[in-house]
């Protein structure tokens, strides 16, 4: 889905200083659309997961502040269960997310704090199951499944609680290629029904397939925040932030320094057309 022009997450201003007095992030500010697609990258450190745990009031700002769909986040029981309810988080070790001794009983324990009925919680567990591809694993313990698995069981639990924005802290770290093709795959769909989607990363290639938007954190601060063409293009941009530029981009300005009149293009298909297509302008 290609992002709409209502704002539904906003940070303002906003500075983490954790209890032993390291600033993790500083005077950050950002706008995510409802419906886009958001990568938030940095080196090991950079501030991420400080940052992702403020959008569902994991932690209270230091200073400054969140809004989701415009209303300032509160901190008091009853504004952060409704937060909660639009704002899901997926956390990078999902073994620590899934307590429950069974599958079914995991994904149902959001809804059930709800206080839906017991139909509606079914309901909900059944969607939920079926949109990770998980059906028939409902009466196993989620520590027996495999870390790709326990990834999308912890999904799944999110979705549950049907939220407008989903937040994943790496969600593909640690994954084999085919479980991060499958994640990458609930992502794209929920975000094709309006799901607005926000991760972290320090997987360059693969965020240039996923996002729309790139966020560059480093040091706590904001280096960089536009359209994943705009941000991997600028490669120096990536270097001062410890990240790899992508690839495809790589070989394009390579080539183009030794004289092919090319386009530097992001992923491979796109490099691919533009190499047959280029003319050779010097030696
Ligand atoms: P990232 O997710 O990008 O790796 P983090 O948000 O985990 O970065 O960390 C940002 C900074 O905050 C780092 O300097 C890290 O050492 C520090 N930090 C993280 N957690 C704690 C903590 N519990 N206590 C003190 N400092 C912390």
Redesign the pocket.
């Known amino acids: 889905m290609i992002g709409s022009d209502e704002t539904v997450l906003e940070v303002r201003n906003l500075g983490y200083r ?3 007095g ?1 600033v ?2 500083e005077n950050i500010n950002l706008k995510i659309n409802r419906g886009e697609k958001v990568a938030i990258i ?10 992702l745990s403020h959008f569902n009031g994991l932690k209270e700002p230091s200073e400054g502040d969140i809004l989701i769909e415009g209303d300032i986040m509160a901190y008091d029981r009853q504004s952060l269960r409704n937060v909660r309810q639009k704002v899901g988080v997926v956390f990078q070790n999902s073994t620590n997310q899934l307590f429950a001794p069974t599958v079914i009983e995991d994904v149902a324990f959001g809804p059930m704090n709800l206080g839906l009925s017991r139909d509606e919680v079914d309901r909900r567990v059944q969607e939920s199951l079926e949109a990770v591809d998980m059906i028939g694993f409902e009466d196993v313990t989620p520590h027996h499944l495999s870390g790709g698995q326990q990834k999308r069981i912890a999904i799944a639990g999110i979705i549950a609680m049907r939220p407008e924005i989903i937040i994943l ?1 790496e969600p593909t770290a640690s994954l084999d290629p085919q479980g991060v093709d499958q994640v990458l795959g609930i992502l794209n769909e929920l975000n094709r029904e309006g799901i607005t989607i926000v991760i ?1 990363s320090h997987d360059v290639e693969m965020i240039t397939e996923f996002a729309d938007k790139v966020l560059v ?1 480093h040091h ?1 601060h904001v280096e960089a925040f536009g359209t994943t063409e705009e941000v991997f293009a600028n490669h120096q941009l990536l270097k001062k932030a410890h990240l790899k530029p992508p690839k495809a981009s790589v070989l394009l300005h390579m080539l183009k320094k030794r004289g092919l009149d090319v386009d530097v293009k992001l992923n491979l298909e796109e490099a691919c057309d533009e190499i047959i297509d280029a003319k050779l302008i010097k030696k």
Do not use: C, E, F, M
Not at 42 to 51: F, R
């Open positions: 954790y209890p032993n390291t993790a992030i940095g080196s090991n450190g950079a501030g991420k997961s400080t940052l802290d972290s954190l706590g």
